[in-house]
């Protein structure tokens, strides 16, 4: 019998829901034809606690540790994309140092984000050294939002009218000494992994996203920018205070896994920039416009978006005039992104699909809400 | 544009299918007839000086109580132009219909997630999705939507026997 004569038929195969490499609790079903993937259909939901629906029987204060849950490897971003929406609809304003303070914040946790999906992107593809590197500077980010808030993961740190506590006099020093030892500690991965030829075998030409499918699909954040599109909320529609500092849009050119691996890698490097900025200008004054517990914004509804380290987080809240929103619908950036899978990973082996997964950066809970 | 000229332009040039239009909070919103949701969607995504290429948001309000029926809310917006648009449509419906609009999927591949989570948590059908199947809740979750007002899940909690 020939090779020829061999009957061979596609087969599925269930990746998850419990994968180490989903990042959460996500289920593939792939079709597959020997080693190559013909087809994937994503089933996700299996963390979905209806916070759009608890948001409409909570107070708008109240619902700001719920935002910390959206997405709790950037709880400060998804806190900040929250409080924005509120402000702008009860047309609360936000004192300097407040706004200071949560640009610092965002910009530290985006990094901090970033560094867990580097750790966990780097471990995927069979490095492990990455990881402990990531979590060592993870660590003492956290360190900084634990003497501010003491809270490690999620941090119901900003407030409407704006943060909940201010920073103690040892946080200046210490965000100084890891500000000045980072970069060099960014150097370090990028020696480990950038031009390193079992990683580039690896992500090199893997999982390449056009900027059409991008368009299509709405995908956004570092995933869109690694296709060579220059978008950024920051700078495109400049919320809170982004437009006072000088930071750049790193972008890729082939939409691929390393590319999109390069757009993280030096978007770490320009939110340590915004935060040196950031520290440097910080203004004195007050951190909170008091705002009532039972805080009644005018009847009306506003759509608000952020550029959070996954792309854009936007919330749609309509208000009755009572103390509770009437609707709130929160978009999520992976909600979004993790519909390209299905597209991007076609034709390419299993193993591939773990980076092509992992270069998307999605979280779950984000997805699911 | 700006959210005024782009509103100006707009409503000029399609407006024998717009019924209400104005700036909600700092974005430009129109207000279609459900017949036209899926035409003007294709119109506005083809023409050049749009360019709706992406859509940021899409979902539905529950108004039964103040105006009859469900709103659906898509907000478009575009790279190349940095603008963004509201477009909204209301859904005559009273207590427990299940009403029906014709599907966005085909003019945005993106819609296609948004309108499954939309279809099953309001009730909304959406008429020639490609896959119509439940998007966050249980496969063979049926005949309750968890998103319209007066739904609680209080009345799911099983209490514990005394």
Redo the contacts between chains.
């Keep these: 019998m020939t090779v020829k004569e061999l009957k061979t038929e596609e087969f599925m195969v269930n990746m998850g829901p419990q994968h180490p490499s989903t990042h959460g609790v996500c289920k593939l079903v792939i079709k597959m034809d020997g080693e190559e993937i013909k087809e994937i259909t994503p089933h ?2 299996f963390l ?1 606690r ?1 916070i ?2 608890i948001g ?1 029987n909570r107070t708008y204060a109240q619902f700001v540790p719920y935002t910390d849950r959206i997405d709790y490897v950037a709880s400060m971003n998804a806190n900040h994309a929250y409080v924005i929406a509120a402000e ?2 009860g047309g609360v304003e936000v004192p300097e140092r407040a706004e200071y303070l949560r640009v610092i914040m965002a910009e530290l946790n985006r990094i901090a984000s970033h560094l867990v999906w580097l750790a966990t992107f780097a471990i995927d593809l069979g490095a492990v050294t990455p990881f402990l590197y990531a979590f060592r500077e993870r660590e003492m980010i956290l360190d900084l939002f634990e003497m501010t808030c003491g809270q490690r993961l999620t941090y119901n740190y900003m407030c409407i009218g704006g943060v909940n506590w201010d920073i103690p006099k040892e946080f200046e020093p210490k965000l100084r000494e890891f500000l000045k030892i980072f970069p060099s500690r960014v150097d370090d991965y990028e020696d480990l992994l950038t031009n390193n030829p079992i990683f580039l075998y690896r992500t090199k030409n893997i999982g390449i996203l056009s900027k059409e499918t991008a ?4 995908v956004s954040g570092p995933s869109l920018r690694g296709s060579g ?1 220059k ?1 950024d909320i920051r700078k ?2 400049s919320y809170s205070i982004y437009d006072r500092f000088d930071f750049d849009i790193p972008v890729g050119y082939n939409g691929d896994a390393w590319d999109r691996y390069r757009v993280r890698m030096r978007e770490m490097r320009e939110s340590a920039k915004i935060v040196q900025q950031a520290i440097d200008g910080l203004p004195g004054g007050d951190i909170q416009t008091k705002v009532p517990r039972t805080w009644k914004p005018p009847e ?6 952020i550029e959070a380290p996954r792309g ?1 987080m ?1 919330y ?1 809240i ?1 208000s009755d005039g009572s103390t509770k929103p ?2 709130m ?1 929160i ?1 999520t950036a992976s ?2 992104n993790l ?1 390209v899978l299905p597209i991007i990973g076609i034709n390419h082996l299993i193993a591939d699909l773990v980076a092509i997964f992992g270069s998307l950066d999605i979280i779950l809970p984000e997805v ?1 809400r | 544009m700006d959210s005024e000229g782009l509103l100006k332009y707009i409503t000029e040039e399609y407006k024998d299918k717009i019924i209400d239009s104005g700036i909600v909070g700092g974005v430009a919103t129109i207000e279609v007839k459900p017949g036209d949701w899926e035409s003007i969607a294709e119109y506005l995504k083809g023409d050049m000086e749009t360019r709706f290429l992406s859509v940021s948001n899409y979902g539905a309000v529950d108004y039964r109580e103040k105006l009859g029926g469900y709103q659906l809310v898509i907000t478009l917006f575009s790279y190349e132009f940095n603008h963004k648009l509201t477009m909204k449509t209301l859904l005559p419906a009273e207590g427990e219909e299940c009403p029906e609009i014709k599907t966005l999927s085909a003019v945005w591949p993106v819609a296609d997630w948004f309108e499954r989570e939309t279809a099953e948590l309001f009730g909304i059908v959406f008429v020639g999705h490609p896959d119509p199947r439940h998007l966050m809740l249980d496969e063979d979750w049926d005949g309750e939507y968890p998103m319209r007002r007066g739904w609680s899940g209080r009345d799911f909690i099983t209490k514990p026997d005394k």
Excluded: I, M, N, P
Aim: net charge negative.
């Design positions: 996700v939901g979905h209806s759009e629906k409409e702008k609809l368009f299509e699909y709405s599109v978008w495109a529609e009306g509804e506003v759509f608000t978006r854009e936007a749609h309509v009437y609707r619908k978009r909600f979004c519909q699911d």
